[in-house]
């Protein structure tokens, strides 16, 4: 585990003390069906079930980054999968994280993964597309899916100053997108380049 945290510290996925604190207290191989267990500390997506993937450290890391994510900051993440990237966001902000998985079994998985390595982040089962508007507003909205647009729903659910990172295009291929909320309601976007998720899937997703 120390030679992937180092690999992303030295070029540079994690900039922060607190991101680099959550990758060395949350251990990926408690995330990671059996099979994978022996590729937990490598720096790729791996198969969780359900063509489903545990994204790559490097990605999770660009885009926990990118959060800038507080002590107190109450998070909605959207593609909960393993739990792994749901437990380093909660290592970082605290208790106030709310998940959502639309795949019953994985989100079973994540509970579970979550339980045995002693995060309270809570997992919802549903359309992610649509947020969750009982414990809104959010400070950071975090989607591990990739979406045609950023969903309506979503960007209404967040506080003004607020962050939502997601990465929006093709279904596969997409750039990662982190908008920040102004006062009038819209999002400033900056635009981080490539990556690959697998679709996000709803009502306002594919
Ligand atoms: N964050 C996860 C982790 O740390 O393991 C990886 C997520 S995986 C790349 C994407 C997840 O998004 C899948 O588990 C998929 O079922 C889920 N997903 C896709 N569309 C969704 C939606 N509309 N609502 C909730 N989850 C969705």
Same mark, same amino acid.
């Given at each position: 585990?120390?030679?992937?945290?180092?690999?992303?510290?030295?070029?540079?996925?994690?900039?922060?003390?607190?991101?680099?604190?959550?990758?060395?207290?949350?251990?990926?191989?408690?995330?990671?069906?059996?099979?994978?267990?022996?590729?937990?500390?490598?720096?790729?997506?791996?198969?969780?079930?359900?063509?489903?993937?545990?994204?790559?450290?490097?990605?999770?890391?660009?885009?926990?980054?990118? !959060?800038?994510?507080?002590?107190?900051?109450?998070?909605l993440e959207i593609g909960t999968g393993s739990g792994y990237n749901a437990a380093l966001i909660s290592e970082i902000v605290g208790d106030n994280v709310f998940s959502i998985e639309r795949i019953p079994e994985l989100a079973e998985f994540a509970r579970d993964n979550l339980r045995k390595a002693g995060y309270k982040v809570k997992?919802?089962?549903?359309?992610?597309? !649509?947020?969750?508007?009982?414990?809104?507003?959010?400070?950071?909205?975090?989607?591990?899916?990739?979406?045609?647009?950023?969903?309506?729903?979503?960007?209404?659910?967040l506080k003004i100053g607020g962050k939502i990172c997601i990465p929006v295009g093709e279904r596969f291929f997409c750039d990662l997108i982190l908008g920040e909320k102004l006062s009038d309601g819209k999002l400033r976007k900056k635009n981080y380049g490539g990556c690959a998720f697998v679709p996000l899937i709803g009502k306002e997703g594919w």
């Open positions: 585990m120390k030679n992937l945290i180092d690999y992303l510290v030295k070029y540079r996925y994690i900039k922060s003390e607190s991101v680099k604190r959550a990758f060395e207290k949350v251990d990926r191989r408690l995330f990671v069906p059996e099979s994978f267990k022996g590729r937990a500390y490598s720096d790729h997506p791996l198969p969780i079930g359900f063509n489903q993937t545990i994204s790559a450290p490097s990605m999770i890391a660009i885009m926990l980054e990118a !959060l800038d994510l507080k002590r107190g900051d109450k998070v997992v919802l089962i549903g359309d992610g597309t !649509l947020g969750y508007e009982a414990e809104a507003p959010y400070d950071k909205i975090i989607v591990t899916a990739a979406a045609p647009k950023i969903p309506d729903p979503l960007i209404k659910q």
